[in-house]
């Protein structure tokens, strides 16, 4: 089955300060979305992006599926930034999502 | 547009009784998908089903769990005789898998407690 892998596993940041995290695949997809996961265990969803760039707010996410990876963007980080953030993809026939291991983000004041 | 609806929002059971978690998709949508996220882990699919249909159900448990969708009213997932390790978060999501349109909107979730 698909595998996928996020980067870096955990991430500590001070408010203000910019980051990255990363979700590479491996195998081609027709779905993938990034959902942040607050302390309370809601899970809200941020971007449907199986391919291209898009975003809202302090937040973007680009998807380049021929090579199999996707990034996501936090801008200008705010303390209820914090959370695990998931990527999952979905593909064949059912679509049902395969999630990383997530990466739990910490900002603090 | 309401969202994905599940409840009860947190469910406590003791060993050896019956769990039900519905699960409301949100409107016009009619492919749900439920996952599981045990304590410090992702999210594993369990099952995915259309009205009236089990479509794929290699994530669920061989024993003891089932879901339905039926055609009136929400899916449900069933879980009997539970033990402590069906303690977890239990997600829903709803697609509604048109043309090229897969993405899955998800519910608050429910949180299973067995004593």
């Known amino acids: 089955g698909i595998q996928v892998e996020q980067s870096p596993p955990d991430l500590i940041l001070q408010e203000g300060a910019n980051s990255t995290l990363r979700c590479n695949f491996s195998d081609s997809v027709n779905n993938l979305q990034w959902f942040h996961q607050n302390p309370w265990g809601q899970l809200i969803n941020l971007f449907y992006?199986?391919?291209g760039t898009k975003q809202n707010g302090r937040l973007s996410a680009t998807t380049v599926a021929t090579e199999r990876y996707s990034l996501l963007y936090i801008s200008s980080s705010q303390t209820t930034d914090s959370g695990v953030y998931f990527c999952a993809v979905g593909g064949g026939a059912t679509n049902k999502l395969i999630f990383g291991t997530g990466t739990l983000l910490a900002v603090q004041p | 547009n309401a969202g994905v609806m599940q409840n009860p929002r947190h469910l406590v059971r003791r060993r050896g009784q019956e769990a039900r978690l519905r699960c409301s998709p949100m409107k016009g949508h009619s492919h749900v998908y439920w996952y599981r996220q045990l304590p410090e882990e992702g999210l594993k699919f369990m099952v995915y089903l259309q009205k009236e249909n089990i479509i794929d159900e290699s994530g669920m448990p061989k024993e003891r769990f089932s879901a339905e969708f039926p055609k009136e009213g929400p899916s449900i997932l069933r879980i009997q005789q539970v033990v402590r390790g069906d303690s977890a978060a239990y997600f829903c999501a709803s697609s509604p898998r048109q043309g090229f349109e897969n993405i899955q909107y998800f519910g608050a979730g429910t949180r299973l407690s067995v004593l």
């Open positions: 992006i199986p391919s």
